[in-house]
């Protein structure tokens, strides 16, 4: 990987006119340089986790410049030649994202505001947008070799940059690779989030260099969405490198609105419409969650998830869908085989917290959405037998996990990570349960949920006996369903009918934007609150238009 290591700085491009390789020291030099600053171990081999990072979606602009390769490095994160010298700068979008289903116009214009009043929040530094050919910030979505030294590769790689203040002619520019799905507020992890990324490449716009922070915006590698732009706030590192640049705000952001640069009135409005979202279609084999049985269902970080085959639900901790349409689980969950059809069983670990999946004889454990190292494993780690897991969780009465399989249970303790004597018992002690689970979980209230076809068992507390008034339907109490609704694109307009209640919460409405919290009316014993004024809607059209409403991740 010689020449990645030259096109981010950490070795010198080599001689056009002897072509001389570079030798084994200063290679081994160099990736221990690239190995420190991306936060791995100090090897000096390309590693798996070297590679890995390599391969990471990252900004263009170098790590390293040459100067600094062969005469020292710089103060960290800090040039102070490249600043501008004067405090109001103009802005505009040049060209948008071609042909795209996922980001309108108005959505980007909005993003690049928020992108850039990150910075004049905290620094003193005024950002006005202007219709005209010369602003100071000129942004560009293009690809492949635009004629700047930075050429773009396609899908991954690099994926944006920026040019210093400093710069003759390109001061400021900002460009983002059009082969990139730039996403929004995604349901899920596929794309790259324009929001992220512009933060940081408009801290390039303003000065900034690459740091090996991990906490900080302008580190190189693509980190994933940073959460809510009018809520984002910048970790304390970038603060104090571009308080050295330009020093603390001392008033209100002057950041102006786009489409009225002379004013400095209300911020722009970020509405959930289809180009805010990908909106995607479901691919042929993707599942109907109003009549499909699931393949294991858990609580995550007290959110509940059902999975079906490659994909999945997520609802909030207020039982809110994410969204109406599945995500892929090995998009989001990074370690899975992308071939995987379907898993088994799922619970998040006492203690650690970490996730385990089952699938057939094999277990993988998850710190968050990475996979460990080492895994897969047989379950025979476990004390299991090699035949399986249907369904397993971890019982809220005594921390245990308990693991299903047919008609037979075994309790395990993850603390101790041994299984307890006595097992395996029959299941019918749990009373009222059916034989063959799909899978289990324990919730919010303190109970646990036992879910098997399309319905689903509740034993409430520390008890080993089901409530009364189950079995219940699982796609109606969970999924936002009625009992004859799909949202399969076949569904018949005549024959369904759904109502759905819209909650708009206070910190949205503050915002200045709505954000939908899609709950059902039914009368679910998990804790939804009808909203006064319910909207009634005929699928599969009006489902279309409900899949963009979303509880923000």
């Not at 990645?4 to 491009?13: H, R, T």
């Amino acid at each position: 990987r010689p020449d990645w290591l030259s096109k981010f700085g950490y070795l010198p491009p080599p001689d056009p006119v002897s072509g001389q390789l570079q030798t084994k020291e200063a290679l081994t030099k160099a990736i221990k340089a690239m190995q420190k600053f991306g936060g791995l171990k100090e090897t000096g081999v390309l590693d798996q986790a070297t590679l890995g990072l390599m391969k990471t979606p990252r900004c263009s602009l170098p790590d390293v410049s040459e100067a600094e390769v062969t005469m020292g490095r710089r103060k960290r994160g800090l040039n102070p030649q490249n600043k501008w010298n004067k405090r109001h700068l103009s802005w505009r979008v040049r060209t948008f994202p071609k042909d795209s289903a996922l980001l309108g116009r108005d959505t980007v214009r909005a993003l690049m505001y928020y992108a850039l009043k990150v910075w004049s929040d905290i620094a003193p530094l005024n950002f006005h947008e202007v219709a005209g050919s010369d602003a100071d910030i000129q942004i560009d979505f293009t690809k492949a070799d635009h004629n700047d030294g930075y050429p773009f590769d396609g899908p991954g790689g690099t994926v944006a940059h920026a040019f210093f203040p400093g710069e003759r002619f390109t001061a400021g520019d900002t460009h983002f690779d059009d082969d990139e799905a730039w996403t929004f507020r995604s349901p899920d992890t596929h794309g790259m989030d324009l929001f992220a990324v512009a933060v940081h490449e408009f801290g390039h716009a303003i000065g900034l260099v690459h740091t090996s922070a991990m906490e900080s915006i302008m580190r190189p590698y693509y980190q994933g969405p940073v959460g809510d732009p009018l809520k984002y706030d910048l970790p304390y590192e970038d603060k104090v490198r571009v308080w050295q640049l330009y020093g603390v705000r001392d008033s209100v952001s002057h950041t102006n609105r786009p489409g009225n640069p002379s004013q400095t009135a209300e911020p722009p409005v970020l509405l959930d419409l289809p180009e805010n979202r990908s909106t995607l279609l479901l691919a042929r084999d993707a599942p109907d969650r109003c009549t499909s049985h699931f393949d294991a269902v858990a609580q995550i970080r007290g959110e509940a998830f059902f999975f079906k085959g490659k994909y999945f639900w997520r609802l909030t901790r207020e039982k809110h869908l994410v969204s109406l349409r599945p995500a892929q689980i090995h998009r989001f969950w990074r370690g899975l085989p992308p071939n995987l059809d379907s898993i088994d069983a799922v619970y998040e670990r006492p203690g650690d917290h970490k996730i385990v999946f089952f699938k057939g004889l094999k277990y993988w454990v998850f710190k968050d959405n990475n996979v460990e190292e080492g895994y897969p494993r047989s379950i025979s780690d476990f004390g299991l037998p090699l035949e399986g897991v249907d369904a397993a969780f971890v019982w809220l009465h005594n921390d245990k996990t308990y693991f299903f399989k047919d008609n037979h249970y075994w309790r395990y303790d993850d603390h101790l990570r041994r299984m307890d004597l006595g097992y395996p018992k029959d299941s019918t002690l749990w009373k009222g349960l059916p034989p063959n689970l799909d899978d289990a979980m324990r919730w919010s209230d303190g109970s646990s949920y036992f879910f098997k076809g399309r319905e689903y068992w509740r034993v409430p507390g520390s008890d080993m006996e089901v409530e009364a008034g189950y079995p219940r339907l699982i796609a109606k109490d969970w999924l936002l369903c009625t009992e004859m609704q799909s949202d399969s694109p076949e569904t018949d307009l005549k024959s369904t009918e759904t109502r759905v209640n819209v909650h708009h919460g206070p910190d949205h409405a503050e915002n200045g934007y709505e954000v939908c919290s899609c709950t059902s009316d039914t009368a679910s014993p998990l804790g939804a609150h009808p909203s006064p004024s319910p909207i009634w809607l005929l699928p599969p059209l009006w489902t279309l238009l409900l899949a963009l409403c979303f509880e923000l991740l």
